[in-house]
């Protein structure tokens, strides 16, 4: 397919992984450790590499406050990597622009998910995403990535 996007499904156990964790959160303030077990015989390395991630806040949740564009308010996530990259996801999309997502998801199907995707998964669940305006170029460049995402990808 092109612009190295394919169509990449998680395991159905995944999602009730998610709301489960999301439930565990809510109500106890940290993630269980049989919870972070089973997220880890799914996902593997990623989760460890994601929980990393977590204790730097590196997840911004870019906002619209624009009564036009209303309905898109917290419409993408940006996630910083390691080295200062900025990896632009959409929310409960699996689908990250990052080399890992192309060779280890997409190609070599060795994983289901990277570590950006996952550490913005959990940084929702947990309430710690940085909030930031968008500016307008970066609506148009979300919208189009948006737009192909929406070709061949599965919900989170
Ligand atoms: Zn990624």
Redesign the pocket.
Known sequence: MQNGIRKTVLPFVTNDLFSEMERIYSEEGKFSDESLLALHAVCGAPLERALEMLEKDCVTLLTTSNDIRQALQFFALQ?SGGRGEL?TLLPNINF???L??AHQVVSARTHVT????LAARLSQMMGRTVRKEATPEEVARILCLAAHADKGNELL
């Not at 990277?114 to 995707?117: A, I, N, P, R, S």
């Open positions: 996630v990896y990250c622009p990052c890992a997502y990277c570590k950006h995707v």
